[in-house]
């Protein structure tokens, strides 16, 4: 199958998931939940879909529980919107990329105020003896 035919079904996926995932999922444990990405196999027979989930820790395991809970209907509802010969078997992966990201972010904010720390410590250079 055509690499750019996957991959724009691939965008379309996660396009109509994320859009019943906000509208159509009625599950209350399902909190702030973004898809991130779709990865289909060529032959479009199975989908990993990329979720990230924000929260607190019982937030997000409320949220995966949820998720998981509703793959058949979101199957069903993807069969539905997109034609295809077959719908793909449908995983979610937990995308912590997010949370990493905040994480590097923090860490590169942390060095910035320890350096302004640092130069706010040291006294200014003064000229050595001999010198004019």
Do not use: N
């Not at 820790?57 to 995966?64: M, N, V």
């Not at 199957?75 to 992966?93: A, D, Q, V, Y």
């Amino acid at each position: 199958m055509s690499q750019l035919r996957v991959e724009k079904l691939q965008e379309l996926m996660k396009q109509e998931i994320s859009e019943i995932i906000l509208r159509e999922l009625k599950d209350p444990r399902i909190g702030f939940v973004t898809v991130t990405a779709v990865e289909c196999t060529g032959d479009l027979r199975e989908a990993k879909v990329y979720v990230s989930i924000m929260g607190s820790e019982q937030q997000i395991a409320d949220s995966w529980k949820g998720l998981q809970s509703s793959l058949g209907f979101i199957r069903r509802e993807i069969g539905h919107r997109i034609r295809l010969r077959f719908t793909p078997e449908l995983t979610f992966e937990l995308d912590k990329s997010l949370d990493y990201s905040a994480h590097i972010h923090e860490l590169l904010l942390q060095i910035q105020r320890d350096e302004a720390a640092k130069k706010e410590d040291t006294p200014a250079e003064t000229k050595e003896d001999g010198e004019a």
